[in-house]
């Protein structure tokens, strides 16, 4: 019997939850034997010149080994980061250490190297650095006209990177509207807060090669990106990925702090570490989403849609990286699960005197979705439609050959209606309503409030050389026991168990005997990491395919060996071995034939394009309409991921990522005051839920496979924060709908909605 789309306990857990995690800071290797600690001196300012730091006093401090300040790195060869996209304003540049400019709170400008950990922070207070403040950029509208400053004067402009052409859209693109709903949206600002935070162990050999122990999402990224900082040949690094407790998109790549505790550590001829503090990991990893949104929705009376627009504004933070690149993922999924055929995007990104923004989970997805979910329900209350009505009269109706939409995305197969019909059901839509009406009639406190989202994302969008792709090693032992090496990088998804799983089902070795091996780039020199949900999909199809690899080499081998031809000889998965047709004798298993050479295969997989999930998510609210406080009572959802490998672990990433999707709408944002100061920058400040604000979520399974891969799967793991967002959002807004509210920006704090419902 198959394991595959059953529900396999998760193997890695057993040690999670009794041994514990190996997290970079619990790394015990004889070669970190020594290592000293390296803290981050960091702005206080949002905006400054530095005239000067005095590093005299903290170089006396107890356990004191040296100070370096930016000018030190300069001087030692290490160049300054310029912007990876070439679309990118080139002249935003950024030092690893800040010489000349601070351009946000929590901006490194020093560095403090202790012989303990816990001497770093006294010692870094008492540097001394004359700031001079200049004027904060904080407003993106002020940002792009740049009225209130420039944050890189060379450059002459805030502008980061444009994406369309502002100038040309259609002013006749509503024409022929009997209706058009134009909104400002605010998508705010969020911290990724993983449990783990940043750090780095490093150590340099005698060789000059470096080896470095990061948490990240794929060494082989982290690999690349610190050899580029360090101005060094990539071959002479080697990236070890200890267990990483969440990421969440944020530890993709690497950061300046990873290369200068390297830089510390060859500088000193000792090993360094560094383990981030949780205020400096709310100020310093990068944030998410952080855009505005105008929207424009124009079509009949009748609901349907004709025409959308949306303008996009993305704050990046105080130096361009991937969050400058951000709107142009937000622009392919723009026009979302619907049949809109006139559709146009613009988009900006400037920079601020704030934490720079980077990829959070969905990297621009959810902002889409937000956006066209937010325009269909303004759409819908104009008309006085029922939102599910006027989503089930836009939607695409169900493909099986790939669609292009006009943002030049090709979703490759999708039932959307099927999706919203399945949920709708299942919340018992139709009694919702009524048991709105009945609150209303009656004047209630507690007002109900269903909130609707239908969504398409785009999941594996790039990998390995850009494509959807990604490696895989399958190699069987003499004692039967199995290992796999792979170019993705768990963090919490659960591939130890899927791509044994994988394994284990075609080579007929014990799930327990296959040991699942990443993120050490000596190992595996080659992977895409774990982003963009695209692990199974790639990944995973790279594993059942060196599986099958494996067995073609096998059976040569077995032919060989019972002196058969291959044609005659069968595979018996119960007893992974291969034996003569009619003569089940004659067989030799995998493991005798591991014995007499290395039975092994490393193979790419290559899928024709990235893949759509897809699925409709409805969220019920009680909002207290005399406090404004909202209680989240339900979210009933379709995610529909294609084939789906172990259920468990599809719902374990459902459920997780609607959490995360349903904070922000209520509950999560990173603020800062006008002048920059972060208002946010402790968890005594930065909410989000625990397990008292947030309901067991209902999750109804629907699967459209996918034929871009033999499994038939699609991703899943950012599902969860793509359509819960809006979801909740939604139904914030219904349960005062009947009071004319049309719109409260997220987070739907109780201020906020007091405010909604005060004015
Ligand atoms: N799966 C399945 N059937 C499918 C699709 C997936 O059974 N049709 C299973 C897979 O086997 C895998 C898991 O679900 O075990 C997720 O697979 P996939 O959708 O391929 O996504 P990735 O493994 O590539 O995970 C990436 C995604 C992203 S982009 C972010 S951000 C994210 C997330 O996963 N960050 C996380 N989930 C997280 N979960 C935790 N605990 N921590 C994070 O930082």
Redesign the pocket.
Known sequence: MSILGTRVLRTEDRSFLTTGAVYTEDVHDDRLRGACYVSFVRSPLAHARINGIDVSAAKDADGVIAVYTGADLTDSGLPPITPGMSNINQRMVRELLARETVRFVGDAVAVVVTEEACQGEDAAELIDVDYEPLPAVIDIAAARDGTGGLLFPDAGTNVAATFGDAGALKPDLFDGCEVVVTKTLINQRLAPA?METRGAAAVWGEDGRLTAWIPNQGAQGTKSALAKLLAMDPDDVRIITPDVG????AKFGADPEHAVVCWVARQLGRPARWNETRNENLLAMTHGRAQSQTVTIGGSRDGTVLAYRIEILQDCGAYPTLGAFLPSLTILMASGPYAITRAEAVATSVVTNTTPVGAY?GAGRPEATAAIERAMDLFAAEIGADPAEVRRKNLLPKFTEPHRTPFGATYDSGDYVAALDAVLEAAGYASLREEQASRRARGDVLQLGIGLASYVEI?SPAGEGGGPNENATVEVHPDGTATILTG?S??????ST?WAMLASEELGIPMEKITVRWGDTDLVPRGGG????????VG?AAVRQASRELLDVARDRAAASLEANPADLEFDVGTSAFAVKGDPDASVGLATLAGSERLFVHTVFRAPGPTFPFGTHVAVVEVDTETGKVFLRRVVTVDD??????PL??EG?RH?GIAQGAAQAFLEEFAYDDDGNPLTATFADYSFPSAAEIPSFELIGMETPTTYNPLG??????AGTIGATPAVQNAVIDALSHLGIRHIDMPASPQRVWEAIST
């Open positions: 993983p969440g990421a969440f998109g989970r999941t993705t768990p963090h919490g998804q659960g591939h899927a774990t982003g963009g949900s695209r692990s199974l999909q995973g991921a294609g084939t789906v490998l172990n672990l599809a990433q997780g799967a699609k991703g899943i793991g950012e």
